[in-house]
Every structure is written in structure tokens, then in C-alpha cells.
């Protein structure tokens, strides 16, 4: 049974990091794509970036770009996402995912096939 667990969320003040840890178990990654996604209050789940846990290649939106930094620690298993001078507006659950090969977008809920049950990131001002 695959299982994806979210870890390292908190509460922080605006400017400070984080390190959000997605651990994966039950089967073989290793053609996967792994991706964040985070949902505000009222908003809907929003693609952050994504990593290919076969060669590493990094994938992040624009919101994400120059801040957020996606790796991932082959012998863990694990994901992780590093967030920079983080703002009041980063504020959200972000939730690991993981999608199988061969899909023709890396950005969308829709083409995920398992979730991890999130985390919550909440920025102060």
C-alpha cells in the first residue's frame, strides 16, 4: 500500500524557512514523479513544483521560483521541499504527491495517483 507522510510544516513568522519532508513507502519510485501541491483557505489546490525521482529534473511554479527548492534523498525515500523567505500568503496545507510514468502533465491534481495528507504551513506578518 503506497503511503505518502507530510512532515515539517509550522507556524513562522514572514521571512523564515522551512523544510516540508514527504516520506514514501509501498512501492518502487523510481519512475515517478513526486510533486507539491498546497490549498489555502477558499482556494483551490495549487501545483508548487515537482521533481523525477529518476534523474532529479526540477519543475516549480512561478509563485515557487527563486524561493522554493524541491530534492530528494534516494536511500530515505524521501521528498522535500525547502522553503525560503516564506510570506503571508504561503500560507496553506501542502500535500506531497506522486504520479506515475508517461503522464502528459506534471502540474495538475487530476494526473496524481497518490496523496499524502498534508501539512499546514502558517506565515505571520
Known amino acids: 500500500q503506497v503511503q505518502l507522510v507530510e512532515s515539517g510544516g509550522g507556524l513562522v513568522q514572514a521571512g523564515a524557512s522551512l523544510r516540508l519532508s514527504c516520506a514514501a513507502s509501498?512501492?518502487?519510485?523510481?519512475?515517478?514523479?513526486m510533486g507539491w501541491f498546497r490549498q489555502a483557505p477558499g482556494k483551490e489546490r495549487e501545483f508548487v513544483g515537482a521533481i523525477r525521482w529518476s534523474g532529479g529534473n526540477t519543475y516549480y511554479a512561478d509563485s515557487a521560483k527563486g524561493r522554493f527548492t524541491i530534492s530528494r534523498d534516494n536511500a530515505k525515500n524521501t521528498v522535500y521541499l525547502q522553503m525560503n523567505n516564506l510570506k503571508p500568503e504561503d500560507t496553506a496545507v501542502y500535500y506531497c504527491?506522486?504520479?506515475?510514468?508517461?503522464?502528459?502533465?506534471?502540474?495538475?491534481?487530476?494526473?496524481?495517483?497518490?496523496w499524502g495528507q498534508g501539512t499546514q504551513v502558517t506565515v505571520s506578518s
Open positions: 504527491a506522486a504520479q506515475g510514468w508517461g503522464r502528459n502533465t506534471i502540474a495538475t491534481t487530476e494526473s496524481y495517483d497518490y
Open positions: 509501498g512501492r518502487t519510485f523510481s519512475n515517478y514523479v
